[in-house]
């Protein structure tokens, strides 16, 4: 995923390039040529044989490696080095990835990157009031970062941050061992997430991209001060969408939330940032905004040569193949939403719509099941259903006298109430095209497409839940006193999606 490359259709040096509003080379600090310390990368872990399918080595070595760059303007020694591993795809470069260059242990700093080698709004805009007039005013950070990428790339090798957007192309957004997220997928690829509630999450980001790119000369127009350096058309003159779009998801696979700074400068691009780092879901590392620089101190112990990790945050495998294109088999944060609302038909809607929120919930509530925690959810909708149950208006009133979500729960009630969460289940096991044992045997196969193979993964674990939480279900029903009790007529249940 090329930030500004579409199928190669374009090459680096016909679009933009990096150079901040100020200054084209900001702080420009060179070190002695005595590198013993700096853990320089060797030239066989930075410089790819050209092919003939890629840009070859010789203009990589014409600017050196990223992290060559970034010690000549300001990067410090670290104890950090770039190494290569292959491509998923033969068409493809092999990508970078940071590991540690000496031995390492937990709380030691790997690298520290200053400020002035890092992108950030309140650097691209120069104003951090226009950058938050703009973040808040249709058009998101990612898009605005986006944009100013595109215009540096179009400057080519002229742009300060050359080196950097040439790594990002190389990278193409997939990050480590991943492929690129699925909202550059093709309509046949995306088919291989069928069933889950991932595919539509995706179309709709998609079409909140579009929405943003049709707002991107708001940008040109508010911060003219900056594009003037740029003598191109109007963004949605000089980019097409698709164009925006591969810029955007590339961001978005890389770009970095710093805590505790302002608004203009939570949205970070930190060079050896990810993608260069790999994330992985039970890594407590994070990049970090200290005095003057973002640094990482690393939380377990490393090996030289061992790749560094970083915590990705309490994502669900969902949104970790929508941001990163990854999903994460022990990824302790992984969910499943079950919404679930009340009749507005029901007679006696309003009543039950205050006692829901005096506990806590809403007339159309989602309910995140996590992975391993399915009878703890499944426990948790129990009384919000039961609520919707309740016909005879005796009984809500003394629903509505009582304190908690306590309901009358005959035998009758409570079957019905389980045997519509049961159904629930199985509906959307149904959903999918393939079953949790075909999933198995298919992620068996060495060969299998590194798309559906991530696409595989995530439907799994999703089948994974949703058994487990049938199962909690049929246990309850299991455990009911009398199963000759038919369950009682429900006219207005509550919806379950």
């Known amino acids: ?39 320089l990368a060797s030239t066989s872990d930075t410089l790819v044989t050209g092919s003939g399918k890629e840009v070859s080595s010789k203009k990589d070595a014409e600017f050196g490696d990223l992290k060559s760059w970034m010690h000549k303007n300001g990067l410090p020694p670290c104890k950090v080095v770039l190494k290569e591993r292959p491509s998923y795809d033969e068409k493809h470069r092999p990508i970078h990835y940071v590991a540690a260059c000496e031995d390492l242990w937990a709380g030691d700093v ?32 990612l898009a605005c970062l986006a944009l100013y990428l595109m215009y540096e790339k179009k400057q080519g090798k002229k742009s300060f941050w050359y080196p950097y957007i040439r790594e990002l192309d190389r990278q193409r957004g997939r990050g480590q061992l991943a492929v690129e997220s699925p909202l550059l997928w093709s309509d046949d690829e995306l ?20 929405r943003e790119y049709n707002e991107l000369d708001t940008v040109w127009f508010m911060a003219g001060s900056l594009f003037q ?54 890594c407590k590392a994070m990049l970090s905004a200290v005095a003057g620089a973002v640094e990482l101190v690393v939380d377990r112990p490393y090996k030289a040569g061992e790749p560094i990790v970083v915590w990705c945050g309490p994502q669900p ?29 029901d007679p006696q809607y309003q009543d039950k719509r ?69 159904d629930y289940f199985k509906r959307r096991l149904a959903g999918y095209p393939t079953t949790l044992n ?20 995530l439907v799994r674990l999703e089948k994974k839940i949703l058994h487990a939480c049938l199962q909690a279900t049929v246990d309850l029903i299991d455990q009911l006193p009398d199963h000759t009790v038919s369950p009682c007529p429900a006219p207005y249940a509550p919806l379950l999606k």
């Open 110 to 141: 790997a690298f520290s990157v200053p400020n002035s080698l890092v992108v950030t709004l309140e650097r691209v805009l120069g104003n951090e009031t226009v950058a938050e007039l703009l973040t808040t005013n249709k058009l998101s950070e």
């Open 229 to 282: 350096q740029y003598p191109y058309d109007i963004p949605t003159e000089a980019f097409p969408f698709e164009i925006f779009k591969q810029a955007f998801v590339a961001v978005q696979s890389c770009v970095v939330h710093l805590q505790k700074v302002p608004l203009a400068r939570r949205f970070a691009l930190v060079p050896l940032g990810p993608p260069l780092l790999a994330y992985r879901s039970n």
């Open 1 to 39: 995923m090329e930030l500004t490359c579409l199928h190669n259709k374009f090459n680096l040096s016909a679009l933009p390039h990096l150079s901040l509003p100020s200054s084209k080379n900001p702080n420009p600090r060179f070190f002695s040529r005595k590198r013993n310390n700096l853990c």
């Open 191 to 210: 088919a291989y997430l069928t069933g889950s509630s991932t595919k539509a999450e995706i179309v709709e980001r998609a079409e909140g991209i579009k």
């Open 438 to 457: 075909e999933d198995e045997s298919l992620l068996l196969d060495p060969n299998l497409n590194p798309k559906k193979r991530v696409a595989t993964q």
């Open 354 to 422: 205050l006692v829901v929120q005096r506990n806590g919930k809403l007339s159309v509530q989602a309910f995140p099941v996590y992975a391993g925690k399915e009878k703890e959810a499944v426990s948790d909708m129990l009384p919000y259903l039961r609520l919707g149950y309740v016909s005879d208006p005796s009984e809500m009133q003394s629903v509505l006298s009582s304190q908690g979500p306590v309901c009358p729960v005959s035998s009758c009630m409570e079957r019905a109430v389980l045997d519509q969460l049961a």
């Open 317 to 345: 495998n969902s949104k970790l193949l929508i941001n990163y294109g990854f999903v994460d088999d022990d990824n302790s944060y992984d969910r499943l939403v079950v919404e679930a609302a009340l009749n507005t038909e």
